[in-house]
T-cell receptor, first 114, second 109 residues
């Protein structure tokens, strides 16, 4: 069964360092998302991406964040200068249709900022 | 503002039935979704309701009343593996998924 894969599964970094989280969406999906979930809290939308550009982004997705689809398979989230409050589980998701709530999530990348 | 409310935690017995409620106030409505999330894992899609009524899928059913801003997820013949958080999410008028905080379901033998 096709799945969304994410790497790394866990990353520990120092405050102020840059982090890149990688995702390989399901191959025939066209819509990509990043969400985050701080431990014990709600899933929060960060950004959606379609046709090589950002479709929507939340208030959380400030200038410290960027996304890229560098090739035909990878979808990356970069945090330029990490803060303590960026510690969370970051989930990549993809979907085959526009404007749907049926998303396929990756297993997540746990980011710990020290 | 947009708000989704669901109980924080529920406990049920293996083999029994449990109903997890969700109420929502959102700017527009384009469907309600239930996801299951085991601890430390990704959410997985369970069900989707856009019209009023009950949608049944095996041991799981989901109900929607748009006029009341209310949904429930019904789990029958509970199994230990059903221990997880159940997330209610609504697709708003901008097709953004608004998530509830989740209901942690504890199944006891």
């Amino acid at each position: 069964e096709p799945e969304v894969t994410q790497t790394p599964s866990h990353q520990v970094t120092q405050m102020g360092q840059e982090v890149i989280l990688r995702c390989v969406p399901i191959s025939n999906h066209l819509y990509f998302y990043w969400y985050r979930q701080i431990l014990g809290q709600k899933v929060e939308f960060l950004v959606s991406f379609y046709n090589n550009e950002i479709s929507e982004k939340s208030e959380i997705f400030d200038d410290q964040f960027s996304v890229e689809r560098p090739d035909g398979s990878n979808f990356t989230l970069k945090i330029r200068s990490t803060k303590l409050e960026d510690s969370a589980m970051y989930f990549c998701a993809s979907s085959s249709r526009e404007n749907t709530g049926e998303l396929f999530f990756g297993e997540g990348s746990r980011l710990t900022v020290l | 503002g947009q708000n989704i409310d669901q109980p924080t935690e529920m406990t049920a017995t293996e083999g029994a039935i449990v109903q997890i409620n969700c109420t929502y106030q959102t700017s527009g409505f384009n469907g309600l979704f239930w996801y299951q999330q085991h601890a430390g894992e990704a959410p997985t899609f369970l069900s989707y309701n856009v019209l009023d009524g009950l949608e049944e899928k095996g041991r799981f059913s989901s109900f929607l009343s748009r006029s009341k801003g209310y949904s429930y997820l019904l789990l029958k013949e509970l199994q230990m593996k059903d221990s997880a958080s159940y997330l209610c999410a609504v697709l708003d008028s901008n097709y953004q998924l608004i998530w509830g905080a989740g209901t942690k379901l504890i199944i006891k033998p």
